[in-house]
C-alpha cells in the first residue's frame, strides 16, 4: 500500500534593509502557505525566544548601546539565533513545519561584516558555529534602494529611530549592495524581488519561488 509522504520542512529566510517590507510579505506569504494546507511557523531575528527577545533588548534599545563594539553585537546577534535555532527552528523543522525568518545568518554577514568592517571570515565561522547545519532552503531579499528605505523609515512615526536605525546613508548602501553581492554569489539558494513594486507584484513573485521550491 502506498504511503503518504509526510510534508518536509523549510525554512525560509527574508532579508533587506530596513523599510523593504519583509513583514507584510512575510505574513502574506504564511497565509498562501496555510492555504496550501502547510503549517506555518513565523519567527524574528534578533528574538524569537525568551532568551533572544532579551538579547534583543541589549542590542537595540539599550542606553549605552552606541558604545557598543562590532564584535560584541556580531556575538550577541549570534547568541540570540543559536537559542532560536535549537529552541524553536529545528523542531519545527522536524514537525514538517515551513519556518519564515525575518532575517537570519545573512543579516550578520552583511550588517556586521560588511556594514561594521568585521569581515566576511570571523562573521561566516561565528555564524556556522551558532546555526549549526541548519542552513536557509531559501532566502528571499527584498531590494530597495537605501532613499525608499530611509524615507519609509522616516514615515514610521511610532517612536524614536532605535540605535541601528540611526546609522547613516552610506552605512545602509552597503547593506544594500552587500545583500546584492550575496545573492548574486549564491543564486540557488537567493531570490531577489524589487521591494519598490506594489505589494502584490511583490507577492506573486515571492509565491512563485517558493512554490518552485515546495515541489
Ligand atoms: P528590527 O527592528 O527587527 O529591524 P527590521 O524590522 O528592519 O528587521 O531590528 C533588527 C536590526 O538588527 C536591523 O537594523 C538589522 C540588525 N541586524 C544585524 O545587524 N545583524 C543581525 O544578524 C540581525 C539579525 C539583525
Redesign the pocket.
Known amino acids: 500500500m502506498a504511503t503518504r509522504k509526510k510534508s518536509s520542512g523549510m525554512l525560509i529566510s527574508f532579508e533587506g534593509?530596513?523599510?523593504s517590507g519583509?513583514?507584510t510579505q512575510i505574513a502574506l506569504l504564511a497565509e498562501r502557505l496555510q492555504h496550501a494546507g502547510r503549517e506555518v511557523l513565523s519567527v524574528?531575528?534578533?528574538g524569537g525566544t525568551e532568551i533572544g527577545e532579551q538579547v534583543r533588548n541589549i542590542?537595540?534599545h539599550n542606553s549605552k548601546g552606541d558604545e557598543m563594539c562590532a564584535e560584541t553585537?556580531l556575538l550577541l546577534?549570534a547568541a540570540a539565533?543559536a537559542q532560536l535555532v535549537r529552541e524553536v527552528i529545528m523542531p519545527a523543522l522536524q514537525r514538517g513545519t515551513v519556518v519564515l525568518s525575518?532575517?537570519?545568518?545573512d543579516?550578520?554577514t552583511v550588517?556586521?561584516g560588511i556594514?561594521r568592517n568585521l569581515g566576511a571570515d570571523p562573521v561566516e565561522r561565528i555564524n556556522r558555529f551558532a546555526i549549526g547545519n541548519v542552513m536557509p532552503d531559501v532566502t528571499i531579499v527584498i531590494d530597495v534602494p537605501t532613499e525608499v528605505s530611509l524615507a519609509r523609515l522616516r514615515q514610521r512615526a511610532s517612536d524614536l529611530p532605535?540605535r541601528?536605525?540611526r546609522e547613516n546613508v552610506s552605512f545602509y548602501k552597503k547593506v544594500r549592495e552587500g545583500y546584492l553581492v550575496l545573492a548574486k554569489g549564491m543564486p540557488e539558494r537567493f531570490v531577489v524581488v524589487d521591494g519598490t513594486k506594489p505589494t502584490r507584484t511583490v507577492e506573486k513573485q515571492i509565491w512563485t519561488a517558493v512554490q518552485k521550491r515546495l515541489g
Open positions: 534593509s530596513e523599510g519583509k513583514s524574528r531575528e534578533p542590542i537595540v553585537e546577534f539565533r525575518d532575517r537570519y545568518l543579516s550578520s550588517y556586521q556594514g532605535d541601528m536605525e
